[in-house]
Protein backbone atom coordinates (compact mmCIF):
# COMPACT_ATOMS: atom_id res chain seq x y z
CA UNK A 1 0.00 0.00 0.00
CA UNK A 2 2.67 2.52 0.87
CA UNK A 3 5.51 3.32 -1.57
CA UNK A 4 8.73 5.07 -1.96
CA UNK A 5 9.31 6.92 -4.93
CA UNK A 6 10.95 9.70 -6.22
CA UNK A 7 9.22 12.53 -8.29
CA UNK A 8 9.24 15.59 -10.04
CA UNK A 9 6.32 18.42 -9.86
CA UNK A 10 5.06 19.11 -13.15
CA UNK A 11 1.55 21.20 -11.59
CA UNK A 12 -0.18 21.88 -8.16
CA UNK A 13 -3.99 22.98 -8.82
CA UNK A 14 -5.13 24.64 -5.28
CA UNK A 15 -8.27 22.61 -3.88
CA UNK A 16 -10.46 24.25 -1.02
CA UNK A 17 -8.71 26.30 2.00
CA UNK A 18 -5.43 24.75 2.46
CA UNK A 19 -5.26 21.88 -0.04
CA UNK A 20 -3.79 21.10 -3.26
CA UNK A 21 -4.22 18.40 -6.38
CA UNK A 22 -0.55 18.00 -7.33
CA UNK A 23 0.54 16.46 -10.88
CA UNK A 24 4.24 14.42 -10.33
CA UNK A 25 5.83 12.45 -12.61
CA UNK A 26 7.27 9.26 -10.16
CA UNK A 27 10.05 7.14 -10.79
CA UNK A 28 7.72 4.18 -10.02
CA UNK A 29 4.27 5.15 -10.95
CA UNK A 30 5.04 8.06 -14.16
CA UNK A 31 2.64 10.29 -14.24
CA UNK A 32 0.03 10.85 -10.99
CA UNK A 33 -2.20 13.02 -9.23
CA UNK A 34 -2.33 13.60 -5.52
CA UNK A 35 -4.19 15.32 -3.37
CA UNK A 36 -2.17 16.85 -0.34
CA UNK A 37 -4.60 18.38 2.52
CA UNK A 38 -3.07 21.38 4.67
CA UNK A 39 -0.58 22.05 2.70
CA UNK A 40 -1.61 26.05 1.99
CA UNK A 41 -1.71 26.68 5.37
CA UNK A 42 -0.34 30.02 6.55
CA UNK A 43 1.25 28.41 9.48
CA UNK A 44 5.10 28.18 9.33
CA UNK A 45 4.96 24.44 9.25
CA UNK A 46 3.07 24.10 5.80
CA UNK A 47 5.25 22.97 3.09
CA UNK A 48 3.65 24.10 0.05
CA UNK A 49 6.52 25.39 -1.51
CA UNK A 50 7.50 22.18 -1.58
CA UNK A 51 5.33 21.84 -4.58
CA UNK A 52 7.03 24.43 -6.92
CA UNK A 53 6.89 22.93 -10.41
CA UNK A 54 10.79 21.54 -10.96
CA UNK A 55 10.99 20.30 -7.71
CA UNK A 56 12.46 16.92 -7.17
CA UNK A 57 10.92 15.26 -4.68
CA UNK A 58 11.47 11.98 -1.92
CA UNK A 59 8.13 10.76 -1.53
CA UNK A 60 6.43 7.67 0.71
CA UNK A 61 2.97 7.63 -1.46
CA UNK A 62 -0.51 5.15 -1.16
CA UNK A 63 -1.17 3.70 -4.56
CA UNK A 64 -4.53 2.03 -5.44
CA UNK A 65 -4.44 1.19 -9.54
CA UNK A 66 -8.28 2.01 -9.82
CA UNK A 67 -7.45 5.57 -8.26
CA UNK A 68 -7.10 8.44 -10.58
CA UNK A 69 -6.40 10.81 -7.68
CA UNK A 70 -3.91 9.14 -4.77
CA UNK A 71 -2.22 10.10 -1.56
CA UNK A 72 0.99 11.44 -0.27
CA UNK A 73 2.09 10.14 3.28
CA UNK A 74 5.11 12.06 3.62
CA UNK A 75 7.58 13.80 1.10
CA UNK A 76 10.54 15.96 1.46
CA UNK A 77 12.47 17.41 -1.10
CA UNK A 78 15.56 15.15 -2.84
CA UNK A 79 16.95 17.83 -4.44
CA UNK A 80 18.01 21.38 -3.04
CA UNK A 81 18.04 24.09 -6.02
CA UNK A 82 20.25 26.45 -5.69
CA UNK A 83 19.55 28.62 -8.98
CA UNK A 84 16.11 27.05 -10.99
CA UNK A 85 13.69 29.70 -9.27
CA UNK A 86 15.93 32.41 -8.75
CA UNK A 87 17.32 33.28 -12.02
CA UNK A 88 14.73 33.75 -14.78
CA UNK A 89 16.42 32.24 -17.44
CA UNK A 90 16.27 28.87 -15.41
CA UNK A 91 13.14 29.06 -14.02
CA UNK A 92 11.87 29.72 -17.62
CA UNK A 93 13.72 26.85 -19.07
CA UNK A 94 12.52 24.88 -16.60
CA UNK A 95 9.14 25.97 -16.91
CA UNK A 96 9.49 24.70 -20.37
CA UNK A 97 10.58 21.50 -19.76
CA UNK A 98 7.91 20.76 -17.46
CA UNK A 99 5.15 21.54 -20.11
CA UNK A 100 6.92 19.57 -22.63
CA UNK A 101 6.57 16.21 -20.18
CA UNK A 102 3.27 17.16 -19.22
CA UNK A 103 2.26 17.40 -23.27
CA UNK A 104 3.97 14.06 -23.42
CA UNK A 105 2.91 11.53 -20.53
CA UNK A 106 -0.32 10.36 -21.52
CA UNK A 107 -0.49 7.75 -19.01
CA UNK A 108 0.19 6.53 -15.90
CA UNK A 109 2.74 3.91 -16.59
CA UNK A 110 6.71 3.99 -15.13
CA UNK A 111 9.32 4.93 -17.43
CA UNK A 112 12.10 4.54 -15.47
CA UNK A 113 15.11 6.00 -18.17
CA UNK A 114 12.98 8.86 -18.76
CA UNK A 115 12.39 9.68 -15.35
CA UNK A 116 15.95 9.30 -14.83
CA UNK A 117 16.79 11.41 -18.06
CA UNK A 118 14.16 14.12 -16.98
CA UNK A 119 15.93 15.19 -13.17
CA UNK A 120 19.05 14.76 -14.29
CA UNK A 121 17.93 17.69 -16.83
CA UNK A 122 16.83 19.37 -13.76
CA UNK A 123 19.98 19.30 -12.35
CA UNK A 124 22.13 20.05 -14.68
CA UNK A 125 19.86 22.95 -15.36
CA UNK A 126 20.42 24.48 -11.83
CA UNK A 127 23.81 23.86 -11.74
CA UNK A 128 24.72 24.87 -15.84
CA UNK A 129 25.78 28.19 -16.57
CA UNK A 130 23.74 30.40 -18.42
CA UNK A 131 25.28 29.81 -22.22
CA UNK A 132 24.58 25.95 -21.71
CA UNK A 133 20.71 26.59 -20.01
CA UNK A 134 20.16 28.25 -23.21
CA UNK A 135 20.46 25.04 -25.40
CA UNK A 136 18.84 22.42 -22.62
CA UNK A 137 15.53 22.77 -24.41
CA UNK A 138 16.69 22.04 -27.75
CA UNK A 139 18.93 18.96 -26.45
CA UNK A 140 16.40 17.83 -23.83
CA UNK A 141 13.36 18.00 -26.89
CA UNK A 142 15.57 15.56 -29.24
CA UNK A 143 16.54 13.11 -26.17
CA UNK A 144 12.56 13.41 -24.92
CA UNK A 145 11.51 12.00 -28.14
CA UNK A 146 14.45 9.46 -28.51
CA UNK A 147 12.55 8.19 -24.97
CA UNK A 148 9.50 8.43 -26.68
CA UNK A 149 10.41 5.88 -29.54
CA UNK A 150 10.74 8.28 -32.29
CA UNK A 151 14.60 8.97 -32.17
CA UNK A 152 16.94 10.23 -35.27
CA UNK A 153 18.73 8.04 -37.52
CA UNK A 154 21.83 8.48 -39.06
CA UNK A 155 24.37 11.57 -39.08
CA UNK A 156 24.77 14.30 -41.03
CA UNK A 157 27.40 14.57 -43.59
CA UNK A 158 28.02 16.06 -46.85
CA UNK A 159 26.11 12.58 -48.39
CA UNK A 160 23.34 13.45 -46.12
CA UNK A 161 22.45 16.66 -45.15
CA UNK A 162 19.02 17.08 -44.55
CA UNK A 163 16.89 15.86 -41.66
CA UNK A 164 13.25 14.91 -43.29
CA UNK A 165 11.51 15.39 -39.70
CA UNK A 166 8.99 12.60 -41.24
CA UNK A 167 11.10 9.93 -41.39
CA UNK A 168 13.45 11.12 -38.40
CA UNK A 169 16.54 10.44 -40.43
CA UNK A 170 19.17 12.07 -42.36
CA UNK A 171 18.88 12.20 -46.40
CA UNK A 172 20.90 12.82 -49.61
CA UNK A 173 18.24 15.02 -51.03
CA UNK A 174 15.14 16.98 -49.79
CA UNK A 175 12.25 15.10 -49.52
CA UNK A 176 8.88 16.29 -51.10
CA UNK A 177 7.32 17.71 -48.10
CA UNK A 178 8.29 20.81 -46.13
CA UNK A 179 8.68 18.53 -42.78
CA UNK A 180 12.53 18.87 -42.90
CA UNK A 181 15.96 21.05 -41.88
CA UNK A 182 18.04 22.84 -44.69
CA UNK A 183 22.10 21.51 -44.43
CA UNK A 184 22.89 24.16 -41.64
CA UNK A 185 20.05 23.11 -39.38
CA UNK A 186 20.59 19.28 -39.59
CA UNK A 187 23.98 19.92 -38.81
CA UNK A 188 23.44 21.58 -35.55
CA UNK A 189 20.60 19.06 -34.94
CA UNK A 190 23.40 16.17 -35.02
CA UNK A 191 25.61 18.03 -32.96
CA UNK A 192 23.34 18.59 -30.52
CA UNK A 193 21.89 14.87 -30.70
CA UNK A 194 25.52 13.59 -30.41
CA UNK A 195 26.29 15.72 -27.17
CA UNK A 196 27.30 12.79 -24.54
CA UNK A 197 27.29 15.66 -21.32
CA UNK A 198 25.82 18.79 -20.67
CA UNK A 199 28.75 21.07 -20.60
CA UNK A 200 29.24 19.99 -24.62
CA UNK A 201 25.70 22.18 -25.07
CA UNK A 202 28.17 25.12 -24.66
CA UNK A 203 30.21 25.09 -27.18
CA UNK A 204 27.33 25.04 -29.30
CA UNK A 205 26.60 28.80 -30.07
CA UNK A 206 23.59 30.11 -31.85
CA UNK A 207 21.62 33.03 -31.91
CA UNK A 208 18.13 33.24 -30.33
CA UNK A 209 16.47 33.28 -34.05
CA UNK A 210 18.48 30.28 -34.81
CA UNK A 211 16.98 28.45 -31.27
CA UNK A 212 13.72 29.82 -31.83
CA UNK A 213 13.23 28.41 -35.37
CA UNK A 214 15.05 25.04 -34.05
CA UNK A 215 12.90 24.87 -31.05
CA UNK A 216 9.64 25.15 -33.45
CA UNK A 217 11.10 22.52 -36.16
CA UNK A 218 11.77 20.16 -33.15
CA UNK A 219 8.07 20.26 -31.61
CA UNK A 220 6.92 19.66 -35.09
CA UNK A 221 8.81 16.25 -34.87
CA UNK A 222 6.48 15.63 -31.83
CA UNK A 223 3.38 16.41 -33.44
CA UNK A 224 4.24 14.10 -36.56
CA UNK A 225 5.12 11.50 -34.37
CA UNK A 226 2.27 11.87 -31.94
CA UNK A 227 -1.20 12.71 -33.58
CA UNK A 228 -2.36 14.32 -30.37
CA UNK A 229 0.61 16.29 -28.79
CA UNK A 230 -1.24 19.72 -28.03
CA UNK A 231 0.01 23.47 -28.77
CA UNK A 232 2.50 24.65 -26.34
CA UNK A 233 2.52 27.73 -24.06
CA UNK A 234 5.81 28.03 -22.75
CA UNK A 235 7.96 28.81 -26.41
CA UNK A 236 7.19 32.31 -26.61
CA UNK A 237 8.11 33.54 -23.29
CA UNK A 238 11.56 30.96 -23.58
CA UNK A 239 12.51 32.73 -26.49
CA UNK A 240 11.62 36.51 -24.98
CA UNK A 241 13.93 35.55 -22.26
CA UNK A 242 17.10 34.26 -24.25
CA UNK A 243 19.74 36.09 -25.66
Known sequence: MLHKTRGIVLRTVKYGETSAIVTI?????????????GVRSSKPAAKGNLFQPGNILEL??????????????????GYICTSLHFNIVKNTVALYLIELLQKSL???EQHL?????????LAALDQAP?????????YFTLK????????????YS???????????????????????LDAANSEITDRLFQCQAWEQLGEIVMNKDKRRKLLYAYLDFFKLHMPDFQEMNSPPILHEILD
Open 25 to 37: FTELFGIQSYMVN
Open 60 to 77: VVYHYEQKTIQRISEFKL
Open 106 to 108: KQP
Open 113 to 121: ELYYFAETA
Open 130 to 138: LGVAANIPL
Open 144 to 155: LAEQLGFRLNGR
Open 158 to 180: EYAPFLDLQEGSFTDLPPHHNNY
